[in-house]
């Protein structure tokens, strides 16, 4: 890997810490999360509130479903060239209880996986910009 600073593919989503968390809101009225975050309005049906606070989200859970993806993604998104199909977990964050869809760690393809797996949100490498390199969180079997 290259010199250059790591920074977030997108700004927001998610902190550069060594244990990442994403970044989401939660309703101040009825507590319910979000991701990525929302300031609009609830999207609870039952509530009606626009009053949100930023929360760091649990950076653990358990696979919820998952599939792979084996053709290219369009842009924005920067895939590796060559293209190399992935799988992607749809995961139950521990204490929110919602579900976040999300890759999974480079390696790791869906004979690897199981519904109720633990896993955790880590930091991996996206693409190097003439500036710095962008890490992506994805989520990884905590038994590796």
């Known amino acids: 890997m290259s010199d250059k600073p790591l920074a977030p593919a997108i700004d927001g989503w ?7 968390h994403l970044i989401g809101t939660q309703c101040k009225e009825c507590g319910s999360y979000f991701f990525p975050k929302n300031n609009d309005y609830c999207r609870n049906p039952a509530c009606d509130s626009t009053d949100f ?5 649990s950076r653990t859970g358990h ?12 842009a924005p998104f920067v895939a590796a060239e060559p293209f190399e199909p992935y799988s992607i977990a749809a995961v ?4 929110e209880q919602m579900v976040v869809l999300g ?10 996986l199981k519904v109720g797996m633990p896993v955790e ?7 190097e910009t003439d500036d710095d390199i962008k890490m992506t969180w994805k989520w990884k079997p905590a038994a590796l």
């Open 103 to 112: 890759q999974v760690i480079e390696g790791v393809s869906c004979e690897d």
């Open 63 to 74: 696979i919820w479903s998952y599939t792979n993806a084996c053709y290219k993604p369009p």
């Open 14 to 20: 998610h902190t550069m810490e060594v244990k990442p």
């Open 121 to 127: 949100l880590v930091l991996e490498p996206l693409h």
């Open 53 to 57: 606070r930023e929360v760091e989200l």
């Open 92 to 95: 139950q964050l521990e204490a």
